[in-house]
Nanobody
Framework: EVQLVESGGGLVQAGGSLRLSCAASGFSDDYGIGWFRQAPGREREGVAC????????YYADSVKGRFTISSDNARYTVYLQMNSLKPEDTAIYYC????????????????????WGRGTQVTVSS
């Protein structure tokens, strides 16, 4: 069974940086892993995703150029480096894994056998 454990959220001022980590286990190489976020009153958004097999990545337009997703294949941890944070980045951030080889499909929820972490709060103050 796939297990995902997020860490690294917190409170930061606008313009600051945070790095989220997702320790992942139990998946096969036809999976992709992504970071999603949901703010109160807003729909869940696929922020950044990576395919396990090819290492391709996909970013939402709202974070392009500011966020970077990467993976440590030795321990299979997926990171989300978030720079130039804005108050509108405030949300609960979730790590999720699903069966799809394409990073864009993962971020769009076009997948099967998905699993979710419990989430970590990111708050950006103005």
């Amino acid at each position: 069974e796939v297990q995902l454990v997020e860490s690294g959220g917190g409170l930061v001022q606008a313009g600051g940086s945070l790095r989220l980590s997702c320790a992942a286990s139990g998946f096969s190489d036809d999976y992709g892993i992504g970071w999603f976020r949901q703010a109160p009153g807003r729909e869940r958004e696929g922020v950044a995703c990576i395919s396990v097999s090819g290492g391709t990545t996909y970013y939402a337009d709202s974070v392009k150029g500011r966020f970077t997703i990467s993976s440590d294949n030795a321990r299979y941890t997926v990171y989300l480096q978030m720079n130039s944070l804005k108050p509108e980045d405030t949300a609960i951030y979730y790590c999720a894994a699903g069966r799809s080889r394409f990073a864009e499909y993962i971020c769009s929820g076009v997948w099967s056998n998905e699993y979710w972490g419990r989430g970590t709060q990111v708050t950006v103050s103005s």
